[in-house]
């Protein structure tokens, strides 16, 4: 009945369930299974296998019911292997050769989508005590750190472009500014219309009187992490 109802909600708005692929979870001996041939994705393995030491082996392996060959997890497997499990979680998918190949392509490729907010896991990564088993080290954090440095780079413009002579271009070095070609030339370069600087302070304090500093001159100021 619940069913029936569900089913009756959904078709009233013309649209129509996806199927729920056959399956079933049982803990599988790791010699047992065998990877997909075909799997173009390459994963490291030692970080992997770092994970499964820091927390523990969690989720499940998707392996193709007939032939018992690994559709999803292939790394994990390995990893699972290298630090000695005797078995491990697996999904046993009852479905062809061309739909577990799909299934495939589509883990890999749905898993690569996206992207971070880097402010946002930097300050995450920042709140643990170590890195160890997350997959991250100290130097994907300094990368981070650079990266965000030079994509907030604009936050200390003014708020207009600077007009010639009128000094701040000049404290910048004015004899230095790139000569635009004339009129005519097989090239048109463009000036940028906005600049931008970033200062390092050593501390919070100093940070703040910079920002208030400038803030009071007219300069559009952000502080950065």
């Known amino acids: 009945m619940e069913k029936d109802r569900f089913l009756g909600s959904d078709l009233e708005t013309g649209?129509?369930?996806?199927?729920?692929?056959?399956?079933?979870?049982?803990?599988?001996?790791?010699?047992?299974?065998?990877?997909?041939?075909?799997?173009?994705?390459?994963?490291?393995?030692?970080?992997?296998?770092?994970?499964?030491?820091?927390?523990?082996?969690?989720?499940?392996?998707?392996v193709q019911q007939s032939r018992m060959r690994i559709i999803a997890g292939e790394h994990r497997w390995r990893g699972a292997k290298a630090k000695g499990l005797a078995q491990?979680?697996?999904?046993?998918?009852?479905?062809?050769?061309?739909?577990?190949?799909?299934?495939?392509?589509?883990?890999?490729?749905?898993?690569e989508i996206g992207g971070y907010d880097d402010q946002a896991l930097a300050?995450?990564?920042?709140?643990?005590?170590?890195?160890?088993?997350?997959?991250?080290?100290?130097?994907?954090?300094?990368?981070?750190?650079?990266?965000?440095?030079?994509?907030?780079?604009?936050?200390l413009t003014s708020d207009r472009a600077p007009a010639p002579g009128s000094g701040r271009a000049d404290q910048a070095g004015a004899d230095d500014e790139e000569e635009l070609p004339e009129p005519g030339d097989a090239e048109t370069h463009t000036r940028p219309v906005v600049w931008g600087v970033v200062v390092t302070c050593d501390s919070e304090a100093e940070q703040v009187q910079l920002l208030n500093q400038l803030t009071g001159q007219g300069w559009n100021v952000r502080a950065l992490m």
Not at 26 to 38: C, G, K, Q, Y
Not at 88 to 111: F, G, H, Q, S, Y
Not at 142 to 148: N, R
């Open 88 to 111: 491990v979680p697996a999904l046993i998918l009852d479905v062809d050769d061309d739909a577990a190949l799909r299934i495939l392509l589509a883990d890999n490729r749905t898993a």
């Open 15 to 62: 649209g129509t369930l996806p199927a729920i692929v056959s399956q079933t979870y049982r803990l599988v001996p790791v010699a047992d299974l065998e990877p997909h041939p075909d799997n173009p994705h390459q994963g490291d393995v030692d970080v992997i296998a770092e994970s499964i030491e820091m927390n523990g082996f969690y989720g499940t392996i998707l």
């Open 123 to 155: 300050e995450l990564l920042r709140s643990l005590d170590d890195l160890d088993g997350t997959g991250w080290t100290e130097q994907d954090l300094d990368d981070l750190a650079e990266a965000i440095a030079a994509d907030n780079a604009v936050a």
